[in-house]
């Protein structure tokens, strides 16, 4: 896939800088995913399924930006199609995933959470949240990537995925209190978002059952955990 991108035709015919090369990064389940270096800068390539997913994108994109939500990769290039294959550029951003065991990370994740279901249009969630599509940038301040889940759904199936994942990343006697703090910033109703959280494993559990039993576990350990703790942190 890689060949019918001609990265260098990229670069002139968007402004992005003279090429210096490009390196694939760690792909996700749903795209491949390049670094393209400039003089001007680094970008990120990534691959869409289709013209639609850009469009969708862009749309969100817009819309959060318009509602004073910045905590994201700029998009440059809604969508490009060469040899038969759709890609977006966007901003590169640089910074690590967050532990939200480090003082005040589980606490930050929620309030961004919040912030991003406030901006995003009506009935439309980022779909796959959580710490693995968030950054922690070099400035302190959290970003969320990887827009590609975009769907209509419940916005507290975001914080049940991102509650979730700081279940799972968090060392289970730092556990209760973490995950307090998360809830308490969230400031969400616990019986709709345990709802939703059973609803996330449950599709995480489809999902992955043939694959990995690794995130299987994963799924089953977060929501055993929240159904026991949930209403008395």
Known sequence: MRDSMNFKYLCQQYNLGRFLGASEL??????????????????????????????????????????????????LVP????????????EHLTGTMPDPAEPGVAAAMA???RELAAAMPAGMIHGDLGPWNMLLRDNGQL??????????????????SLFGGVINHTPADLRRQVCGEFLREL???????????????????????????????RFINARNWAEENLYDI
């Not at 970008?43 to 819309?63: H, P, S």
């Open 111 to 113: 309030k961004t959470a």
């Open 143 to 160: 970003a969320v990537i990887d827009f590609g889940e975009l769907r209509q759904g419940d916005p507290c199936f975001d914080f049940a």
């Open 187 to 217: 400031a969400c109703d616990r019986e709709r978002l345990l709802e939703q959280l059973r609803l996330w494993a449950e599709q995480g559990i489809g999902e992955w059952q043939d694959r990995s039993e690794k995130m299987v576990s």
């Open 79 to 90: 969508c490009v199609e060469q040899g038969g294959v759709c890609y977006q550029v966007q």
């Open 26 to 75: 760690n792909p996700g389940t749903a795209s491949r995913v390049w670094k393209l270096d400039t003089e001007s800068g680094a970008f990120l390539v990534r691959t869409l399924c289709d013209r639609k997913q850009g469009q969708q994108e862009w749309d969100i994109y817009r819309a959060l930006r318009s509602g004073g939500f910045a905590a994201m990769p700029a998009i």
